[in-house]
């Protein structure tokens, strides 16, 4: 199994443009998030999906859209890309989320994201 | 929605000793609160997690305390080896939304 798989590693915008972040993972996992991580702040969720055609927003939303078609991918777009949203994405994936039960989170190796 | 504090932000120790790293969290319903490793260049990884039921865990040289009543848990590692460096982050969740600490950036001098 590949578990989590992110592509592309590394990506350089320019301001105002658009681009998708790719994130599929091969265990058959319902759930599945896109999170942030930059310096001192540890990670903040941007989106997750409890399954296919459910999506929902997490802490840092704003500028970010998300869908899931399939069980197995969950892109993330940026419309129209800013200087603020240059940091490193890590896609993450879980068998089981809910009140009474989670799962631990599988995490892909990230993509380094700059915005000039 | 939760917050979780993570402290110190850095530790340095000699190889053989222990690490202590601590987390607080704000939500008293979150019941799940794993530890992740990150080394460079990579995602981060689980290392150990503790649900709410349980007041101790432990696997090896890595322990994981609990205590609810103050909302505060605890990760410890015992006989640090140089391949322990890494950042480590504490998370906790009630449901599908978890928040991760800050993290805490460990250094093992051999």
């Known amino acids: 199994n590949a578990g989590v798989t992110q592509t592309p590693k590394f990506q350089v915008l320019k301001t105002g443009q658009s681009m998708t972040l790719q994130c599929a993972q091969d265990?058959?996992?319902?759930?599945m998030s896109w999170y942030r991580q930059d310096p001192g702040m540890g990670l903040r969720l941007i989106h997750y999906s409890v399954g296919a055609g459910i999506t929902d927003q997490g802490e840092v939303p704003n500028g970010y859209n998300v869908s899931r078609s399939t069980t197995e991918d969950f892109p993330l777009r940026l419309l129209s890309a800013a200087p603020s949203q240059t940091s490193v994405y890590f896609c993450?994936?879980?068998?089981?989320?809910?009140?009474?039960?989670?799962?631990?989170?599988?995490f892909g190796n990230g993509t380094r994201l700059t915005v000039t | 929605g939760e917050n979780v504090e993570q402290h110190p932000s850095t530790l340095s120790v000699q190889e053989g000793d222990s690490a202590v790293i601590k987390c607080t969290y704000s939500?008293?319903?979150?019941?799940?609160f794993p530890w992740y490793k990150q080394e460079l260049g990579k995602g981060p990884q689980l290392i150990i997690d503790i649900r709410s039921n349980v007041g101790e865990k432990k696997d090896q040289r890595i322990a994981v305390t609990l205590n609810k009543t103050a909302k505060h848990f605890s990760l410890h590692i015992t006989e640090t080896q140089p391949e322990d460096s890494a950042v480590y982050f504490c998370?906790?969740?009630?449901?599908?939304?978890?928040?991760f600490g800050a993290g805490t950036r460990l250094t093992v001098k051999p």
């Open positions: 993450a994936s879980s068998y089981r989320t809910g009140s009474s039960y989670n799962s631990p989170l599988h």
């Open positions: 998370a906790a969740s009630r449901g599908n939304d978890m928040r």
């Open positions: 939500d008293s319903a979150s019941n799940y």
């Open positions: 265990m058959n996992h319902e759930y």
